[in-house]
């Protein structure tokens, strides 16, 4: 049975199945869904390329942030959710090394085995003096830690909530099955009482009718991100925007995307568990939510400021062979400019008991735009 065949039982034995449960089936089922099954997902021969996979250069310059964080720290740790191929974790260890500021450890929380044993192969390749420190988690850490927490592209792999604001009525996608047994979206009217109540506050009502998404995950996971984190700053790295550009009337559509074989289309339904779905972040709620669970929003800017701020055009100098700085050039190209990923991806950073500022924020603080 494949997953298709799985979500069509579903529906046929309990009825149509709202989009955010469609999504998680999708990218999460235990078996079967996008980032539990042994596809290749990251770098050239996967469905896409993250910042890591670029270039090294990313993680050293996230590693010179880190260092007077960990430096600040009784107990110096990092905690990265999601560490896709691990190639972050190598390269922010590596720097950290030589920036003499290695955390005692570096714990992995990752959901996926065919992924954690990737990591594990890759880290114990390039870094095998360095593998003692790192630690996987399958949940969240059962005691606080003191240092660095790091989500690079994990806030817009969340299942979301699809919706049509209409004029009288607020409908909810959810997935059925047609005559000819096969997957469709349909509008429904909402009963879900936590998206009305979204919906309501933050979608204008001029703009109706009008199709987005939200993702109501948000807020119980930076709570449980609060508590596990004693002292020291978290980052969040993502594509998005503030709400006021997020839901923006020229945005009518949402921004759901779907990534297979390094082609973006916006068909969630063409291949179920084995594509990416992903939306953008409402930043904007990124921060209202971290206040409420007990975070300072301490930065937010641009990917391409954020990396300038720390050094990265520095951080390109040290590497000798001409040949290979004209490529790491062109990637670091990529980091940074405003057509390519500076602009569109954020870098948020949350933090508690922190009392100093934070170097990547100083070039482009944008928190006056949440």
Request: proline residues 5%; aromatic residues 10%.
């Amino acid at each position: 049975m494949n997953l298709t065949d799985y979500i069509i039982n579903h529906i046929h034995q309990h009825g149509d199945m709202p989009f955010v449960e469609y999504m998680q089936q999708a990218l999460y089922h235990p078996q079967m869904g996008y980032y539990s099954a042994g596809l290749t997902k990251f770098g050239p021969k996967g469905d896409f390329v993250t910042a890591p996979e670029l270039t090294p250069l990313f993680g050293y310059t996230l590693a010179q942030q880190f260092k007077p964080i960990l430096k600040a720290v009784d107990n110096p740790q990092v905690l990265e959710f999601g560490a896709g191929s691990g190639r972050l974790c190598i390269d922010v260890l590596t720097r950290l090394e030589q920036l003499d500021a290695l955390p005692d450890e570096y714990f992995i929380l990752e959901v996926s085995p065919n992924l954690r044993h990737r990591q594990q192969e890759a880290i114990q390749q390039d870094i095998p003096h360095l593998a003692c420190r790192v630690k996987w988690l399958s949940e969240w850490p059962s005691m606080p830690l003191t240092g660095v927490v790091i989500a690079n592209e994990v806030l817009d792999a969340m299942p979301v909530h699809r919706f049509i604001r209409g004029e009288r009525a607020l409908l909810e996608c959810v997935i059925s099955v047609n005559d000819n047994g096969e997957l469709v979206e349909q509008y429904t009217p909402c009963n879900d009482d936590r998206l009305l109540t979204y919906v309501e506050a933050n979608v204008a009502k001029d703009l109706a009718p009008y199709q987005s998404e939200v993702n109501l995950f948000i807020d119980g996971w930076l709570e449980q991100c609060s508590n596990i984190l004693g002292k020291g700053a978290m980052f969040i790295i993502d594509y998005g925007f503030p709400r006021h550009e997020f839901y923006h009337p020229d945005r009518r559509t949402g921004t759901l995307m779907c990534h297979y074989q390094h082609q973006a289309h916006s068909n969630p339904l063409a291949h179920p568990g084995e594509e990416d779905i992903t939306a953008h972040v409402d930043f904007t709620h990124v921060a209202e939510a971290g206040v409420d669970a007990g975070f300072e929003v301490l930065g937010y800017t641009n990917q391409g400021s954020f990396l300038l701020a720390n050094g990265i055009l520095e951080v390109l100098t040290e590497i000798d062979d001409e040949v290979e700085r004209v490529k790491q050039n062109q990637a670091v190209k990529q980091l940074i400019q405003e057509n390519e990923m500076g602009e569109l991806f954020k870098v948020m950073a949350l933090t508690k008991s922190l009392d100093f500022s934070l170097n990547g924020f100083m070039l482009n603080d944008k928190r006056y735009s949440l």
